[in-house]
């Protein structure tokens, strides 16, 4: 369909109206892509390896095994594509967009590193990087009725954070350097805590 047809708008519009919000999780459409073909997404962060390491051997063996059986002329692509207009066009109709990952489809999703993809992928779907940061966080909180307590950074507010070396406002790739994550106040240094999981995800 269209996404500037009549019935997408109607589509949108009815969601907005009834104050249904849409959770993003486009890591999970471009797992499945063929991405040489149009350019969405890229091959880097579909076979990212440090995705691929921390799965145990038979997830790996049958995300590799998936992706190995995606036509080259697979719509995929275009789809991932149309999903993000259609999430740019219901956030500029005034809907709520929030995000988070989804471990459906081939399994290329990881908890962590897909919910980083997916503010990468918001980007490239055309929000501006503190959008999409906002998307990701304080959306979710404006969902749930806790936006008072938790989602962004403020005085007397609940806040798990994670310190990045760079400038996500500037460069949205940036958010993949986390150096270290503070959740309840307590700091983790984020790559001891990769390395503890090498070869378990999909088994706990």
């Known amino acids: 369909m269209d996404i500037n047809s009549d019935a997408a708008k109607e589509t949108i519009r009815t969601l907005v109206s009834k104050n249904v919000a849409l959770t993003s999780t486009l890591p999970v459409f471009e797992a499945g892509a063929p991405l040489a073909q149009t350019g969405i997404g890229s091959e880097s962060a579909v076979m990212n390896p440090r995705v691929l390491n921390v799965m145990n051997a038979d997830a790996r063996l049958r995300y590799l095994t998936e992706r190995s059986f995606i036509a080259p002329n697979s719509p995929a692509a275009l789809l991932v594509r149309k999903s993000m207009d259609f999430e740019r066009a219901f956030v500029a109709a005034g809907g ?33 990087p503190l959008e999409a940061i906002k998307i990701a966080s304080l959306n979710g909180a404006k969902f749930l009725g806790e936006n008072s307590r938790i989602g962004s950074i403020a005085i007397a507010k609940q806040a798990d954070l994670m310190v990045v070396k760079g400038n996500p406002a500037a460069n949205i790739n940036d958010l993949e350097k986390v150096e270290i994550v503070f959740k309840d106040g307590v700091g983790y240094d984020t790559e001891k805590l990769i390395q503890s999981v090498q070869g378990l995800v999909g088994i706990r």
Request: hydrophobic share 45%; no cysteine.
């Open 96 to 128: 709520l967009l929030i995000a988070g990952s989804d471990p459906t489809g081939n399994g290329g999703i990881v908890a962590g590193f897909g919910d980083l993809r997916e503010v990468e992928l918001l980007v490239e779907a055309g929000f501006t």
